[in-house]
């Protein structure tokens, strides 16, 4: 810690001097002005600035997540409801405490109203009615975009790629604030910025600077929205699964930041080759560096390779860090899905028991 003869709180800011500058040139010219007024509006360049006082009821802080000022973690699962909602009931039998949800279309996709078909010929639920009804039994809701639709209907899936590069990267910004306005004071709603971002062997032209530059941006064009304090998901690189990008730029995207947590997803790079003790060490070693992380993604399946994540479900009860499966979906014969087609536990030894192993994770 170093130390100055005048500390920086008695110096004047920037943005303060510039304010001061324009009033005085009000003055001068004989124009009426409130200091609000006279401030320069605020531009992509600057990072929007953290709240004073206490951000309630959710907060991260030193590397953990809170709710209403003490650690808490969740356990979840990852769901399609933009294409209808579930039977909530089962859910709450298998104790599902957040639900991180899939948005395949977010060009089309309704914040809020009715149910709409969109150009690709699917029908979309609205966002504030799948939050309603997850609310309803007191669970928190991730809204996260997937993939986006152009006009004529073919979908671009998010997985794998650089975000400032699409051509549709303006409107996806748009958009996104759009959604931050409509949930800013439902704080039980948190903002993903993007899915599985990046090339997974960091091709592509990939670079941590390049992470840190999108993820500022994306970040900040959510806070953007006046009000909206609640929590913002950060993925990681190597689509979504590595945790070096946090680790070697993290601080920095923190350093004016609040409220963010690093999602990572636990395929192959978390659940082949490792043990239980490797897994604690990584995930101790991120919380030590005061980042606080989520795995917004945990399967059996997973290009092309058959997983086993017992190994892992252990090390993140150890750890206390918040757990999604994927996919709370009725499907018998995809392995990843929790639900055998008449909502029974998907669990065979094709899938590693999947089903069971993640119902009895929630209960415990």
Not at 243 to 251: D, I, L, R, S
Request: hydrophobic fraction near 45%; glycine fraction near 6%.
């Amino acid at each position: 810690m170093s130390f100055s003869l005048f500390p920086n709180a008695f110096l004047p800011k920037p943005r303060t001097i510039r304010a001061l500058v324009w009033i005085a040139f009000a003055v001068v010219l004989g124009f009426s002005c409130s200091p609000e007024e006279a401030l320069p509006k605020q531009t992509d360049l600057e990072i929007p600035p953290v709240p004073k006082g206490p951000i309630r009821p959710f907060h991260v802080e030193a590397g953990s997540l809170h709710y209403q000022g003490l650690p808490v973690t969740y356990k979840g699962v990852n769901a399609m409801q933009t294409f209808g909602l579930v039977d909530p009931g089962l859910m709450n039998d298998w104790k599902v405490g957040i639900v991180r949800e899939f948005i395949g279309n977010l060009r089309e996709q309704p914040i809020q109203g009715a149910a709409l078909q969109a150009s690709d010929g699917k029908w979309y639920h609205s966002l504030q009615k799948i939050v309603d009804q997850n609310r309803a039994h007191n669970r928190i809701t991730i809204l996260c975009p997937f993939g986006w639709v152009d006009e004529v209907g073919k979908q671009t899936l998010f997985t794998g790629l650089n975000p400032s590069a699409q051509p549709f990267y303006a409107a996806y910004r748009s958009r996104m604030q759009a959604i931050a306005e409509q949930f800013k004071n439902q704080p039980d709603v948190w903002l993903e910025v993007w899915n599985e971002p990046y090339f997974w062997n960091n091709q592509q032209g990939y670079t941590h600077a390049l992470w840190l530059k999108d993820m500022a941006d994306m970040v900040d064009n959510l806070r953007r929205v006046q009000g909206f304090q609640n929590i913002i998901l950060v993925p990681g690189n190597e689509q979504g699964q590595s945790e070096a990008a946090v680790m070697a730029k993290g601080a920095e995207l923190l350093a004016g930041r609040y409220n963010l947590l690093f999602d990572l997803h636990a395929y192959e790079k978390w659940l082949q080759n490792t043990s239980e003790a490797q897994l604690i060490s990584r995930l101790q070693a991120l919380k030590k560096a005061n980042f606080a992380v989520v795995i917004g993604e945990v399967g059996v399946y997973n290009a092309g390779n058959n997983l086993d994540p017992s190994a892992f479900l252990a090390a993140v009860k150890q750890t206390d860090v918040s757990v999604m499966a994927w996919l709370w979906n009725k499907d018998s014969s995809y392995k990843n899905a929790l639900l055998t087609n008449e909502g029974l536990p998907n669990a065979t030894a094709e899938n590693a028991f999947w089903g069971l192993k993640f119902q009895n994770y929630l209960k415990q």
